[in-house]
Every structure is written in structure tokens, then in C-alpha cells.
């Protein structure tokens, strides 16, 4: 069952803000699994030596390191909004 959110979703909350980047980190995972097994079970199927699906999955892995690092390292989800941080006019 998909998850469900008590509230309107608004991208200003945090919480949502967070569970919305999880999803799409958690879609990236899909794609990049379903695709790239895929690309390998050609490549063995046809007993192709393409040296570019190393380079393909490699690459794609390194992205898929660095979302995973922002997402659960780097992102900040403070309750603080953009408008918050502009600064004021007098």
C-alpha cells in the first residue's frame, strides 16, 4: 500500500519535504535495478563484450551514491523556509 499523508501536502513542510525525497530516492533505486539488470542479462544472453555497460552502470551507481549521500547526509529538513532566509528591508 502506497504511503499515505494526514495533512495537505505542502512542500514547505519538512516532514513531507523528506518523506518526498526518500520516495524519489527510493524510485531512482527501481529504475536504476531494473534497467541495469536488464542491460546485463542482454549483454550475457547475447555474449556481448560491450565495455560500455561497465561504464553505464558504474556512472549510474555513482549518481545513485551521491542522491543517497544528500538525501540521508547533506539535505536539511529544519523547519526554516525560503522566505525565512531572505533578508529584511527596513
Not at 542479462?41 to 543517497?68: D, E, I, M
Amino acid at each position: 500500500m502506497p504511503p499515505r499523508w494526514p495533512r495537505e501536502p505542502d512542500r514547505n513542510d519538512p516532514a513531507y519535504r523528506k518523506l518526498d525525497d526518500r520516495m524519489n530516492f527510493a524510485i531512482h533505486v527501481a529504475i536504476f535495478a531494473a534497467t541495469n539488470s536488464g542491460l546485463w542479462f542482454v549483454r550475457t544472453l547475447q555474449s556481448q563484450n560491450w565495455p560500455w555497460t561497465v561504464w553505464v552502470t558504474g556512472g549510474w551507481l555513482l549518481l545513485l551514491v551521491v542522491h543517497a549521500v544528500y538525501i540521508f547526509a547533506i539535505a536539511d529538513y529544519s523547519n526554516s523556509t525560503a522566505s525565512d532566509k531572505l533578508p529584511k528591508s527596513s
